[in-house]
């Protein structure tokens, strides 16, 4: 592909960003009341994991997604092996999540001495695909009684499937009603990867309500940041409670008494971390339609390009976390990766695929057609708020 291609990409980044300087793949925005908030945590000393920032925080996520429980925790890794572990995922157990995602996914699967089985993506939304969901299972699964409870089984290994985790890449949702019923229909829990989709939704709903649990990030690369965090959402009070419960310590309530009752977590968020939460929350609107406008830029530009703008599935709302364009073949992506990031203007591949990695390279998985095309040919592109 002709270098005035790749010039005229970096040119019209710069000049979405307006600056000469290095231009980062997605950067943090404070646009409203962090300082003060953190400057209350350090003058009223709650600056650990007590403090009311903890709950305001919370309840604000809970009532922007719409879930019934939101349960802030230090990170989303452990949040999501913790929500596995919840689900009733055990050692030896086979766990279905996709081959194209962050490394956290499998990790989460794994600290449970569970085995991860990857899957392809749909072209669409890039996230787990229904189509490939249902032929796996079709093909490869029976269903057995074991302990009175009717289960799913792999033939082949003879291992329990005890969870799905969908993954919403780059904040463009799956057909998640689609998996949904699917999972339903093999009894198998749902824990959705929704990581990266803080403010995407499906036919209305947002990502990491529909299944047992949900998973968000707030890692500082993320839409909003906490400078590194994660939230747990449910839809079952209960089981909300008790997640609060696992993720303090299992500390039985009482002014001075120190009584744990079952094996806890120390997954609590810091009120000065919280304090960030909250703030970045009161501007989600704001970053988000920032975040929608460049993407549609993004969409303009390159509709007069030889190179495709990824653009949002149907039935959907993204957050367009981070845009990415697809190249024709692998070679003149990976010049073009070459090119921006010598020119500053930060770029990079998705990740590698998770059965590629020496940990899981015995993982099994189907022909992940789609995964391998959107490894080989997608590129992120700076995505961050613009100011
Ligand atoms: C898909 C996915 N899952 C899980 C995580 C883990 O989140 P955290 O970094 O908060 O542990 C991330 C991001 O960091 C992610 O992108």
Redesign the pocket.
Known sequence: MASTTFNNIVSFIRELYATDEFIPLHAPVFLGREKEYLNSCIESTFVSSVGKFVDDFELAVQQYTGAKRAIVTM???NA?SLALNLAGVRAGDEVITQAL??V??ANAIAYLHANPVFLDVDKENLSLSATALEMWLSTNVIMKEENGVEACFNVKTGKRIAACVP?HTFGHPAEIDKIVNICDKYKIPLVE?A??SLGSFYKGQHTGTFGLMGVL?F?GNKTITTG???MLLCNDEALGKKIKHLTTQAKVPHPWKFNHDEIGYNLRMPNINAALGLAQMENIDRILENKRETASRYKDFFSTMPIDFFTEPENAKSNYWLNAIIFEEKAERDEFLKFSNEEMVMTRPPWELMNSLPMFKNAQCDALENSKWICDCFVNIPSSYRL
Request: hydrophobic share 30%.
């Open positions: 990170n989303g890794t999501l995602t962050f956290a996914t993954m990867d990581a990266e990030s890692n590194g965090g994660g």
